[in-house]
């Protein structure tokens, strides 16, 4: 049976003594630590991937960040938002293009010589529907949500050492991997992410032989770019969004970032496989 934890952020954060050590800086569970691990994090420039990126910095991760746009990510190592003495290593990469990715992990290899963890966080959503969508936006979302978490993941399992504890793959899913709202413009993005779903529980079960952990996180909505990239410009569609934002009290782009560290954080025979975290306040979709 699936080890499945629903949880509310807050009580998550406040109750949880695994991240009341690790957050306070004494954490003395044995496998806790994350320092010295080398992590990939895809998706990096911007909302949950820039700040999974900052907070594994700044527990002592060697994080290795990529995305298409690299500015937000270099400007966090001139910014001192990290410790000082570390820096982000930033690789610009188009997730979608097989060449890049593998070039990608190229680098990686040379660079770095091993990951211990990935953090498949690049995503998109889209905004047509089932029945009035672009064939373009749906080859682009599978491109992205699919098939570069699938080569990523890949060319990260050649890398990671299945004979240290410290290897974890960790897909950021979605509420919408487990369920399909009444929202037809959001019914493809669906589709992708309840593949993730079935992507994430195969590879758990395909990498336990390499001891080799995977976890899915599935945010409800998080205060980020994401609707604004999908939905473009419609200034009707963005004030809807913000409303429904605004009245869910979205959670921030941090909480999943603190969902993170803790699942990487537990004892090394404990998987978390499945995190689900929504607003308090959000309406059951
Ligand atoms: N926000 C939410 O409410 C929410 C809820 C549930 C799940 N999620 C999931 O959370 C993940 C992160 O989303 P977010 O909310 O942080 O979105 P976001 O603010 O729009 O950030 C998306 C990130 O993905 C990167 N990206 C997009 N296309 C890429 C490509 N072709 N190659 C490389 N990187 C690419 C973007 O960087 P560049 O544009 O610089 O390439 C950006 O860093 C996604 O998987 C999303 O499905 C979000």
Redesign the pocket.
């Known amino acids: 049976m699936p080890r499945t934890v629903h949880v509310n952020i807050h009580e998550l954060f406040q109750a949880s003594p695994v991240v009341r050590l690790a957050d306070s800086g004494k954490n003395c569970l044995k496998h806790g630590s994350l320092q010295g691990r080398i992590a990939l994090v895809?998706?990096?420039?911007?909302?949950?991937?820039?700040a999974i990126a900052k907070t594994l910095a700044q527990k002592g991760v060697t994080v290795i960040a990529?995305?298409?746009?690299t500015d937000t990510l270099l400007a966090l190592n001139r910014d001192g938002e990290i410790p000082k003495g570390t820096k982000i290593h930033v690789i610009k990469?188009?997730?979608?293009k097989e060449q890049e990715v593998l070039a990608l992990y190229k680098e990686i290899a040379a660079q770095h010589g091993k990951l211990d963890i990935l953090i498949n966080?690049?995503?998109?959503?889209g905004k047509g529907t089932l029945l009035d969508g672009d064939f373009e936006e749906w080859k682009n979302l599978v491109d992205?949500?699919i098939l570069?978490l699938t080569l990523s993941t890949r060319e990260a399992v050649k890398l990671i050492d299945g004979k240290s504890t410290n290897g974890h793959i960790i897909n950021?899913?979605?509420?919408v991997g487990h369920r399909v709202p009444n929202m037809p413009s959001a019914h493809f993005y669906t589709g992708t992410?309840h593949m993730v779903t079935a992507l994430t529980e195969g590879l758990r079960k395909t990498l336990q032989s390499k001891n080799i952990r995977v976890t899915s996180v599935?945010?409800?909505?998080?205060e980020?770019?994401?609707?604004e990239?999908a939905l473009g410009k419609d200034p009707e569609a963005s004030a809807m969004v913000k409303a429904y934002f605004a009245k869910a009290k979205?959670l921030e782009?941090q909480d999943i970032a603190d969902a993170v560290v803790y699942a990487l954080s537990v004892p090394a025979h404990v998987n978390i496989d499945e995190l689900t975290i929504t607003p308090t306040q959000q309406v059951t979709l």
């Open positions: 895809t998706g990096a420039s911007a909302g949950i991937g820039l990529c995305a298409r746009n990469t188009d997730l979608t966080n690049a995503g998109m959503g992205l949500n570069a950021v899913n979605s509420i992410k599935s945010p409800g909505a998080v980020t770019e994401f609707a990239r979205a782009a």
